[in-house]
């Protein structure tokens, strides 16, 4: 008796027939074993991660705060979090503008707003002196000069660097220049005048948090505690600290530091790939992060868990070019916390070897911003890896002695080069850090700017 013949005198049998083709079905759309390519990649993971395997690279729960890199001076506590999230987002700490009708109108946000991935959706980053918002922050310019002089706005004279991942660095800025610990403890005397906010000894994103609210017209104090609701906030997160002493701008900064610190893109289908979702990530994607651990050599600086690292490297990038920028003229506009933007790390150590190197940035969630490199000089992620892939330098200043050994001579094929964006793209691409952003602030105001045309793009009126 032939199978048609069983199947249609069957009833029994055509029943599990029907079951076993189901779970076949299943099980083609689903696979979970691992592939060559990811035994490929788990191999070159094994022999670029410090003999830790797969686990170097794993971003922790942004609530695992034992798990997060900290400043020993500044422990993370869920009161610090809480009170940091709404500070960098409230708009009524832009209370010290230079012009009286900006007063509560921007916020640290304004510069790193979640929707362009903590960074700014512009080439320079606008506080103070900026309006509208755009849909991603990209729709934010400077006040026509009728209404405020292009030298008073406050505008970043450098490429604002995303806050996500920022935990796993001891120092801030693209130089370096602040931060008191480690790699920075033999350049803190030397650089007291111009950085004093050193001084206090904490790393880089506590100096920067305590720095940035003075130099960006922030002002967080016991009256701004006081008429805005968030006494009982400070109270939860510094309760050991004198009360006459506890509204304070280092607190505050503590605070925002604490917060920034669990700003992690721990959901990108990298780290669930890392967590062994071997689906996580496209073939072309697997691909693309072999090309990364081995040919593209993006690992000798982009490494860890942010893939990111506290060392600085000079590809030959340029600056602001002044046609381009808000503001850039007499020396004004080339200054970052009082140190000149254009040397980069060598203007912090003072070290010749040190200059046109700056610090090596995460790779996450790039595709939420278009402008790369610390002048923004590069518009596209392809154009990223076209640039090193060519090592064919943009700025004419730099001396070929100072460029990274990394830059150029890889010869990835146009295929590779394909793969390789496609991981840094899309593979490394967190959807979810919107979560990161308060839905609202104390104060009531609109987020992350709070000026006329903002409300407008931001749906607030």
């Not at 008796?1 to 249609?8: A, D, K």
């Not at 400043?71 to 009524?92: C, F, M, S, Y």
């Not at 991942?165 to 120092?171: D, L, T």
């Not at 490394?428 to 308060?438: H, S």
Request: aromatic share 10%; with cysteine; glycine share 10%.
């Amino acid at each position: 008796m032939g199978l048609t013949t069983t199947v249609m005198t069957n009833p029994k049998f055509l029943l599990l027939l029907l079951a076993v083709l189901f779970f076949s079905c299943q099980t083609d759309e689903y696979t979970d074993a691992p592939t060559n390519l990811d035994k490929e990649l788990a191999d070159l993971l094994e022999n670029n991660s410090q003999g830790q395997g797969l686990s170097y690279f794993i971003l922790p729960n942004e609530k695992d705060y034992a798990s997060i890199p900290q400043d020993p001076l500044n422990p993370i506590t869920e009161e610090k979090v809480r009170l940091g999230r709404l500070l960098v987002h409230e708009t009524a700490t832009g209370g010290n503008p230079k012009m009286p009708n900006n007063k509560y109108t921007y916020a640290c946000a304004s510069c790193h707003p979640a929707a362009s991935g903590f960074s700014a959706g512009i080439r320079q980053g606008i506080g103070e002196g900026g309006i509208g918002f755009g849909f991603k922050g990209e729709g934010r310019v400077p006040m026509d000069e009728n209404s405020m002089p292009r030298d008073s706005i406050d505008v970043q004279p450098i490429k604002p660097p995303t806050l996500l991942n920022v935990a796993y660095q001891e120092v801030a800025l693209w130089n370096g220049a602040l931060g008191a610990q480690g790699i920075n403890a033999p350049y803190v005397q030397q650089n007291a005048s111009v950085v004093p906010e050193n001084l206090f000894g904490f790393q880089g994103l506590e100096t920067q948090g305590i720095a940035g609210q003075t130099l960006h017209r922030l002002k967080i104090d016991e009256e701004f505690a006081e008429m805005f609701g968030y006494k009982p906030y400070f109270n939860a997160a510094f309760p050991s600290v004198p009360e006459e002493e506890r509204y304070s701008q280092v607190n505050a900064a503590l605070a925002i530091a604490a917060f920034n610190r669990t700003i992690l893109t721990n959901q990108a289908p990298w780290q669930e790939w890392l967590k062994g979702d071997v689906n996580a990530l496209t073939e072309n994607q697997k691909k693309g992060a072999i090309v990364f651990f081995d040919k593209g050599k993006c690992y000798e600086c982009h490494t860890g868990p942010a893939l990111k690292s506290n060392e600085f490297h000079a590809w030959g990038l340029l600056d602001f070019n002044p046609e381009e920028t808000i503001i850039f003229s007499g020396g004004r506009g080339r200054k970052s916390f009082n140190i000149e933007t254009q040397r980069g790390r060598g203007e912090f150590t003072g070290r010749a070897e040190d200059d046109y190197k700056f610090k090596v940035p995460t790779l996450y969630n790039l595709k939420m911003n278009k402008f790369y490199g610390h002048g923004g000089s590069v518009t596209s992620i392809r154009e990223v890896v076209e640039y090193k892939n060519a090592g064919v330098k943009q700025n004419p200043n730099v001396p070929d002695a100072q460029i990274a050994t990394q830059f150029g001579a890889l010869d990835l094929t146009e295929e590779e080069i394909s793969y390789l964006v496609d991981f840094l793209e899309n593979g490394l691409y967190d959807p979810t850090i919107a979560r990161y952003a308060p839905a609202a602030v104390l104060s009531g105001n609109c987020i992350p700017n709070n000026d006329e045309q903002s409300r407008i793009d931001l749906g607030c009126d």
